[in-house]
């Protein structure tokens, strides 16, 4: 596998198709699709090879040499005066368990979302072309290691998101466009002042012997190459540590995204047209919790752990808030995403319990909301199309009407439940076993456990209010799904019940990552009081 | 017969109705009599579980199996060194005869769904039901740990979920499905945490290692109140499934479901579950948590049997009785009764699944007329379902030569002996007095639809005994109600194989400072079985022995009583009903309606978090997005000025900030006036402001 | 009676530029406004020459003096075509009337 | 008067030579062809391009022009430097585009012969920044800025016919005047002060002998008010918005890209050169204490940033939101000043070069806009991207990089402004700068909002390209694409020039 560059291919190979597609004329809609589809099936085979060839048994985290499928290239060396020392950016991509399943998850979900673009029928060479430039960044924010690098992609996503759901979205879509898109920046201009910060803190030594200042996560990741008077160095006694990672969290948090700055995300998501919507909630708000593992964590060890109650406070806030306000929504697709803003807080108290399986199960639970949610919308997608209308109670009785559906509906709506044998128990579980086992979050664990609960109401009467009792008269003529439905369904069906039965299919992808991470951070943790599992 | 091949028997019985839902529910479309593969599949199933019973128990080996796998591993986590989750299976008697009930129950069942069910448009779906609803039982009773016990739990709940709904289309049964499944969360939630302690402390979710350990002294956060916590906290799980109060609403409203469904899921195995699942843990329950568990149980056997009395639809009395009974067994659990708690368990599964499906055949006779007052005099019509009915009901009631008696019977003991050395008297006064009122309202169920007068003569007209397929099961039941199953001694369970050999009496592992004093290791034991473990000491089966005699004489006289009783107001109308309900009208009501159970939930818990929900989304959209970017002030600046915000706003000025950076763009235009002289001024002034802000002293 | 100082010259440059100032944003023909300026310069030309007259830095203030003068003589002429041109447009040359481009 | 000395000068200032030359041959074409004025642009796009190869060729070597013999050491006019043959290149390019830019202008066409004086005049401009960047004189910088000024000021209200145009020239020249009189009497009193204007003995005199602080700091807030009115900082900007509505848009192009550009110039020399007592190791300035220039300059960036973006929200005239979005930028720039560090300058210039790409690029696309619908307001550009898309995608790629977002030349500009005030811990300059840049998407995305998100109605048309404007705008897009990608060259072309004459 060595020198093949599998992860730029897996990044770029989206731009190709999109300058293939932008070269096309506009009038040849169909050759467009193919070309999207053909380059997005490309990607998921090149993450399964990926996958294929991916060593379990290598950490990752803050070992360069146990990354895997490195790439690291010059890409930017100026040697500067004597003030500025030497300016290198690397191009420097690999893959470890973070990233891995972040991988596979937007491999697929793209290649589902492209399915469920082909009803797109408005201005399609303008929506295919932004929908690979998404996606090529999206990629690229999964394989970076180095921050400019990151914060390149980071920012690459806002403006094709921004058109594809102004253009192409529902009657506010203007509204919800902008909202997204101020939200973003805000959070990532901060995360700019950050990395530059960062920069100018920790050197690295070059091959030459000098040393330069460097956005290489690595090299910010080890305490020996930070500077005396670094601003943002642990050992410059009035350093703005926290303050930057109050900054950066704020900026992930606004994408995850966290009470109270997830309102941008149930106007985005009604008014975003289906596969974005999948898109959106399948891989977007993962980039916030990855950001926080793969940045925050490692990088701020300290500050990490001592907030960590903090950020398992507001995951319990999202679990409980999330779902009470879903219980009171009347729009299937708000419904469905405040139930994702439910789910993320799963991730993130997870993830505050800094221990394998709690952030295990956040990981887990990250590729697993990946697929349900995708699954839920594309759900939501195949009965808005047919009925053009997403209130609840329009609707009832459909089970007999659409019987293959209800039952695609029923395994995607349990799976969101947590029912066991399916994905989403497996993660939910985990984090529960994670959280509950460190004292200080065991209360709160308690608490969020009631999220069980609520998401059984509030799916189980959305299941009644769609598919049990009587059919209205409108509705007899909504036809069952088709083959093109089934060919985005099947899949995620057959993921969702997989991972349920063979969870460690996924978790011995990620676990010696995990390990890894959790090692360091008690490594470079004082006072340290990592409990329980 | 070694273990290898009784773990795959087991392994086989497990998956095999999961293979059959899974064909199915695919293929149902392409083969319209797929359903008799379920058929098949089950009756295969059956006898894989008589040759696992008879190799089990027939002492080919005495010791249990125990079988289990890696189901995650974690590696090297650190500081905690290898963790790892397990998953597996352990067969030991109790499993066998659940096995066997089970299988028995559900290919009975089966069978008698063909004629039951018969033309209905979902019937392929209906077996695959059931299917899947088997896979989960079996997979509960196989468990070895608890993990795999919640996950199969979950299951059953599920499948349970979609029997109880499988008629939709009646709002009714889609509102009791939802109402079934989530209150078996609220006390899944507390199973789960339990759950959540018992890993967090032991780091396995296997029964054995967790007892090894408590009998090591490793505790929960190193308390006994925890341990007791976490029994209870377990238990709020059988709580649940077995509809213990206050969680018994569910169980009557399932009755929506088909009535072999009840029989199956309802009455016989699946809410049988928590009972055993209580028997399951019942090594790790302190004292207080027993004593709670046993209150629960002798509360809820009381409440619901005290429902039955007043209610009309056949099912839903006996649904009630179905909750009353399993408030015994709980109870028996509690009061330490292990072996009579399970034998109830069982001979209740026969009789009360034996009663549904008569009652299923009753309804089926009077197209599914369920209201007994519709009912009388079927008993010319339809003799074996009748004789199936009045076995069933004199079991239930515990008259001598019925499986009933002897259960019953014992575990009342029980309950008395534990009066007698604990003092909570209040638990047999509990139990004598269902006692009392089963017999009577089962048999007012049996005179009012099988005695007396038709009241509705068309529909008795109709009315005809039920086809082979149905009437077959009802003798294989019948006959399992009847005591030679279990010992030679109609009086004297304890001689009785099923007690002496087959079940073991409990074991507890606690420490001792947190057993009954009975339950201490002092004296000699009886038969001590594993090391730590502690079965009753002497004083206990004196207390039993005590206590054998007065409750044989007591419970005889109350179930005779009972049926007099109902004899005399139903029968030869002594008394009229009527009257003695406008007697005590206050009380008949408060037993009519149910202790008003569901409409206090419904104007507290489900009302509160609608209306909290409702809040927090008004919350959501005018505060939090408030304070975030000021919609809340916007908007209703949009809608004052909205032409002009149409423009501005709108026009991606969407939020808050915005707004106010709008307006500062207002005032900066206003310096902007276009005349020269003006801007002249400006300048000079700020040039002033300058000098002043800039001189240097 | 003393004889008049560099003080003097200062005062009296602060006054020109004072009234300069002042003649710039009172007045209402464009060609007042002009003056104005031309005011203003003078005042600094006064300043270079009194300060190259009384300081000890040669006869650079001076020439600078005459650069400054020539480049009014310019700016004038400038500023009056282009309000000659603005009077053929606008027919008057009322700055305040001027502000079609305003916010 | 000995001719080495003069040949001297002359040698190290042949591109203003080349330019006058230029200028005058201009003229006597202009009157030789009555008619014709197709040669013209070619001559003028011929001596610039020797007068930016010559920038080139002598961008290393430095010296003093017009020596005047003092006391101590020689000091000249003029102080020919790197750091000023990089403003040079920068306008001469500017320049270049501008002639393009002018050649496809319809307004400039329509004036039919009077195309003539557009250049001469325009060379008139070009010869003053020249000479100002360089000029390390008071006088000098006062002279060549009015040589620049008389110039604008008739470009400015060079299309006779429409009246906005002649307003706007008013108000430049009047406003134009007021400041530099003011500028010119500040500089009376610094020349009272310190006996000298020339930049280099006012350092030397500032370092040895104290002045009076109060007088100099009024003296200096003057000239600040004059070199701050061409860079336009508030509060000295009233003029832009009104003049760059008003003027024909390439001169509107130029005054915002290249007079901006020789303003800073002469800013950073005059700071430098006049107030820098030394410079330590890593690069910062020590300025000499008798004025605090870094609190004056921060707040002056502070106010444009701020009313720049703040003011544009609400413009609906696309010239006026890119002349507010301009004085925004300013503010920027401002910051990279008030670093007071190399690091700092060299953050200017790089943002300037990219500054002129995406500018110049946001402008032309403007004007063929209006030309084609004879609108500039916003509301007329309704799906004017589904009409046009080259337009559309090309104009959102230039507001995306004046956003500065990555991955365009505009984020790379931004950038270094940042590192450098996060180098020099200014933390909150630079949350300020940040959420400033916040803000100025709210307008920027308002006008993609306009093209893409709303239908195309009918009144609407195609807008045909001719070739020449698409190779145009391709020159400019290309750049702004790729140094978002690698800026390496221009970083260090940039960190070559920052060589100031002895310093």
């Known amino acids: 596998m060595d020198g093949f560059p599998i992860l730029t291919l897996l990044t770029f190979i989206p731009v190709i198709g999109m300058i293939i597609v932008l070269a096309l004329p506009g009038k040849m809609e169909k050759e467009i699709k193919y070309v999207t589809l053909l380059s997005t099936a490309i990607q998921v085979v090149l993450a399964v090879i990926l996958l294929s060839n991916f060593d379990y048994s290598a950490g990752g985290i803050f070992q360069k040499e146990s990354f895997q499928f490195i790439e690291k290239y010059k890409w930017i060396e100026i040697f500067g005066g004597s003030w500025i020392g030497t300016i290198k950016i690397d191009y420097f991509v690999g893959a470890d368990g973070l990233s891995v399943p972040m991988i596979l998850l937007t491999a697929l979900i793209s290649f589902i979302a492209t399915l469920s673009s082909w009803n797109i029928n408005k201005s399609v060479k303008g929506y295919f072309a932004l929908f690979l430039l998404l996606d090529a960044a999206m990629m690229g924010v999964f394989v970076s290691l180095n921050f400019f690098l990151f914060y390149i992609f980071w920012e690459l996503m806002l403006l094709p998101m921004y058109f594809l759901i102004g253009i192409w979205g529902g009657p506010r879509k203007e509204y919800a466009a902008i909202k997204f898109f101020i939200y973003t920046l805000v959070g990532s201009v901060f995360m700019l002042l950050v990395m530059i910060g960062l920069y100018f803190s920790a050197t690295e030594t070059l091959a030459n012997g000098s040393k330069a200042f460097s956005f290489d996560f690595l090299v910010l990741m080890d305490k020996a190459n930070y500077l005396k008077d670094g601003i943002l160095s642990p050992f410059n006694p009035h350093n703005l540590r926290f303050i930057a990672y109050i900054a950066l969290f704020i900026g992930f948090a606004i994408k995850i995204p966290m009470f109270p700055f997830h309102t941008w995300l149930p106007d985005a998501h009604v008014e975003a047209p289906t596969p974005i919507s999948v898109i959106l909630a399948g891989v977007l708000l993962k980039m916030g919790t990855y950001g926080i593992l793969r940045i925050s964590y490692p990088i701020f060890p300290q500050i990490t752990h001592d907030i960590a109650w903090y950020i398992g406070l507001f995951g319990m806030i999202n679990i409980i808030y999330g779902a009470l306000v879903a219980l009171a929504q009347k729009d299937f697709k708000k419904l469905i995403a405040y139930s994702s803003v439910s789910h993320m807080g799963y991730v993130m108290l997870g993830m505050a319990s800094l221990t394998t399986t709690g952030i295990n199960g956040a990981i887990f639970q990250m590729f697993n909301h990946g697929t349900i949610t995708a699954m839920l919308f594309l759900i939501v997608g195949v009965v808005y199309d047919r009925a053009h209308t997403r209130g609840l109670y329009d609707f009832g009785g459909l089970a007999n009407q659409m019987p293959v559906y209800t039952g695609f509906v029923t395994v995607a709506f349990f799976a969101a439940i947590g029912l066991p044998s399916l994905s989403g128990f497996v993660s939910e579980a985990l984090v529960f076993v994670g959280a509950f086992g460190v004292d200080t979050l065991r209360t709160l664990t308690m608490f969020s456990a009631l999220g069980i609960l609520l998401g059984a109401a509030y799916m189980l009467w959305t299941l009644q209010r769609l598919f049990f009792g009587q059919l209205p008269e409108k509705w007899k003529s909504l036809k069952d799904i088709d083959a093109r439905e089934y060919a985005m369904f099947i899949p995620l069906t057959i993921i969702i019940i997989f991972l349920g039965i063979y969870p460690s299919a996924m978790l011995n992808i990620m676990n010696t990552s995990v390990n890894t991470l959790v090692e360091f951070l008690s490594v470079n943790i004082h006072n340290i009081s990592i409990g329980g599992l | ?697 | 009676m003393e004889s008049i100082g560099l003080n003097h010259f200062l005062v009296v440059s602060a006054i020109l530029f004072s009234l300069g100032i002042y003649a710039v944003v009172t007045r209402k023909n464009a060609i007042m406004v002009l003056m104005g300026i031309e005011l203003i310069l003078n005042s600094a030309n006064i300043n270079f020459v009194a300060f190259s007259r009384y300081g000890n830095s040669g006869l650079g203030g001076q020439i600078t003096a005459l650069f400054v003068i020539i480049l009014a003589a310019a700016e004038a002429a400038i500023a009056l075509a282009i309000v000659l041109n603005l009077y053929k447009t606008f027919a008057h040359v009322n700055i305040d009337e001027i502000d079609k481009l305003n916010s | 008067m000995d001719f080495t000395s003069l040949y001297d000068s002359l040698s190290l200032i042949k591109p203003e030579i080349v330019i006058s030359v230029t200028l005058l041959l201009i003229v006597i074409f202009d009157l030789i062809f009555h008619k014709n004025k197709t040669l013209i642009p070619y001559i003028a796009l011929a001596g610039l391009i020797i007068g930016g190869i010559y920038v080139l060729s002598d961008i290393s070597n430095s010296g003093f022009a017009f020596v005047i013999s003092s006391t101590s050491n020689n000091f000249g006019l003029l102080a020919l430097d790197s750091f000023g043959s990089y403003f040079k290149f920068l306008i001469i390019i500017t320049s270049i585009l501008i002639v393009f830019f002018a050649k496809h202008s319809l307004e400039i066409k329509n004036t039919g012969t009077r195309q003539g004086e557009f250049y001469t005049l325009l060379f008139g401009m070009i010869l003053g920044m020249m000479f100002m960047i360089s000029a390390s004189d008071l006088i000098m910088i006062y002279v060549s800025m009015e040589l620049l000024s008389f110039s604008s000021y008739v470009l400015a209200g060079f299309i006779k016919l429409r009246d906005r145009n002649s307003e706007a020239s008013l108000k430049y020249i009047i406003f134009g005047g007021v400041a530099s009189g003011i500028m010119l009497f500040g500089i009376s009193l610094i020349y009272g002060l310190t006996g000298t204007t020339n930049l280099y003995q006012i350092n030397q005199v500032l370092q040895s002998a104290h002045v009076n602080l109060i007088v100099l700091s009024f003296s200096l807030l003057l000239v600040v008010a004059g070199i701050g009115y061409k860079i336009s900082a508030v509060p000295f900007h009233f003029w832009t918005p009104d003049v760059y509505e008003g003027a024909p848009v390439s001169i509107t192009a130029f005054l915002s890209v290249a007079s901006k550009a020789a303003g800073f110039a002469i800013l950073i020399r005059l700071i430098k050169t006049a107030f820098v007592s030394n410079i330590d190791s890593v690069g910062n300035w020590q300025l000499i204490p008798v004025f605090d220039w870094q609190t004056l300059l921060a707040v002056l960036a502070i106010l444009t940033m701020t009313l720049g973006n703040f003011a544009a929200l609400w413009q609906d005239n696309l010239k006026r939101m890119l002349a507010y979005s301009s004085i925004a930028h300013a503010g920027y720039l401002l910051l990279g000043i008030v670093v007071f560090s190399e690091i700092g300058i060299e953050a200017v210039l790089i943002y300037f070069a990219v500054y002129m790409l995406m500018n110049l690029g946001s402008f032309y696309i403007v004007m063929l806009i209006a030309d084609k619908t004879g609108s500039e307001n916003i509301d007329d550009y309704g799906g004017l991207g589904y009409v046009t898309p080259f337009l559309g995608v090309s104009f959102a790629v230039f507001l995306v990089s004046l956003t500065g977002l990555p991955p365009t030349a505009g984020f790379i500009g931004k950038l270094y402004l940042f590192i450098a005030l996060i180098d020099a811990k200014m933390t909150t300059l630079a949350v300020i700068a940040v959420l400033n840049s916040v803000v100025s998407l709210y307008y920027y995305i308002r006008v993609l909002k306009h093209m893409f998100l709303k239908k195309p109605d009918g009144n609407v048309r195609e807008i045909k390209l001719s070739a020449a404007n698409i190779v145009y705008i391709v020159i400019l897009l290309i750049p702004v694409l790729l140094l978002g990608i690698y800026f390496t060259p221009l970083v260090n072309f940039a960190e070559s020039c920052l060589a100031f004459l002895h310093f």
């Open chain 2, 1 to 697: 017969m070694n273990d290898i091949i009784l773990i795959n028997i087991s392994i086989i019985t497990l998956l095999l109705p999961l293979f059959g839902f899974g064909l199915i529910i695919l293929f149902s479309k392409r083969f319209p009599k797929l359903y008799m593969l379920g058929i098949g599949l089950l009756i295969v199933n059956f006898v894989l579980a008589v040759i696992l019973l008879y190799a089990k128990l027939s002492n080919f080996l005495t010791q249990d199996i125990n079988f289990q796998f890696t189901w995650i591993d974690f590696g090297n986590v650190p500081y905690l060194g290898n963790v790892h989750i397990d998953l597996g299976l352990k067969i030991d008697n109790i499993t066998v005869i659940m096995l066997f009930v089970v299988n028995l129950i559900s290919m009975l069942v089966h069978i008698y769904s063909l004629e039951y069910m018969k033309g209905d448009k979902r019937f392929n779906r209906y077996y695959a039901y059931l299917g899947i609803f088997t896979f989960s039982m079996i997979g509960i009773v196989i468990a070895n740990n608890l993990l795999m016990i919640y996950i199969f739990w979950e299951l059953v709940g599920l499948s349970s979920y979609l029997l109880i709904g499988f008629w939709y289309e009646k709002k009714s049964a889609a509102d009791a499905s939802k109402k079934a499944f989530i209150t078996n969360r609220v006390g899944d939630l507390g199973m789960f945490i339990g759950i959540l302690i018992v890993f967090t402390t032991y780091h396995t979710f296997t029964f054995d290692s967790i007892f090894e350990q408590i009998s090591n002294g490793v505790l929960p956060f190193d308390s006994n109140a925890w341990l007791t916590a976490t029994g209870i906290l377990i238990f709020m799980g059988a709580v649940g499934k077995s509809a213990q109060f206050p969680l018994h609403v569910w169980l009557p409203d399932a009755m929506e479901g088909p009535t072999p469904v009840s029989a199956l899921i309802h009455s016989a195995t699946m809410v049988a579950a928590g009972v055993y699942l209580s028997l399951r843990i019942f090594a790790m329950l302190t004292a207080d948590a027993m004593l709670v568990i046993a209150v629960v149980g002798g509360f809820t056997s009381f409440l619901a049997a005290t429902i039955a009395i007043t209610q009309n639809d056949i099912k839903r009395v006996l649904a009630y009785s179905t909750v009353s009974q399993l408030g015994y067994m709980v109870m028996a659990v509690g009061v330490g009764a292990f072996q009579y708690a399970f034998f109830h368990l069982i001979t209740h599964a026969f009789f009360k699944s034996n009663l549904f499906l008569g009652s299923g055949s009753v309804i089926h006779a009077m197209h599914h007329e369920q209201d007994m007052r519709q009912m009388g005099g079927l008993r010319k019509k339809m003799p074996v379902t009748y004789a199936a009915f009045i076995v069933s009901s004199l079991a239930i009631s515990g008259i001598p030569l019925t499986s009933g008696f002897l259960s019953k019977d014992g575990l009342l003991a029980g309950s008395l002996a534990f009066a007698h050395l604990t003092g909570h008297w209040l638990l047999p006064t509990f139990g004598f007095l269902v006692a009392l009122m089963t017999a009577f309202y089962m048999f007012r169920l049996v005179i009012m639809t099988f005695h007396g007068e038709p009241r509705n003569k068309e529909k008795y007209n109709h009315a005809h005994e039920s086809p082979f397929v149905m009437v077959l099961p009802l003798i294989v039941l019948t006959a399992l109600s009847l005591f030679f199953w279990y010992t030679p001694n109609p009086v004297g369970p304890e001689q009785g194989w099923f007690l002496s050999e087959w079940v073991r009496p409990a074991e507890t592992v606690v420490p001792q400072e947190t057993r009954f004093d009975f339950m201490k290791t002092t004296g000699e034991e009886v038969s001590g079985h594993s090391a730590g473990a502690v079965v009753f000491s002497e004083e206990y089966e004196h207390a039993m022995h005590w206590a054998h005699i007065p409750t044989l004489i007591l419970s005889l006289l109350l179930g005779g009583l009972g049926i007099l009783f109902a004899f005399v107001i139903y029968h030869w109308r002594k008394i009229d009903p009527d009257e003695l309900a406008e007697k005590f009208k206050s009380l008949y009501l408060f037993s009519l309606n149910k202790w008003y159970v569901d409409e206090f939930y419904q104007a507290t818990f489900i009302a509160g978090t609608l209306k909290l929900s409702y809040l927090l989304s008004l919350f959501d959209k005018y505060v939090v997005d408030g304070i975030v970017n000021g919609t809340a002030f916007v908007t209703r600046g949009i809608s004052t000025v909205s032409g002009i915000f149409d423009k501005y706003v709108v026009d991606g000025l969407v939020n808050f900030t915005a707004f106010l950076s709008g307006l500062i763009g207002l005032g900066f235009r206003r310096l902007q006036s276009g005349r020269i002289q003006t801007y002249l001024v400006l300048v000079i002034f700020s040039l002033i402001l300058l000098l002043l802000f800039f001189e240097p002293f």
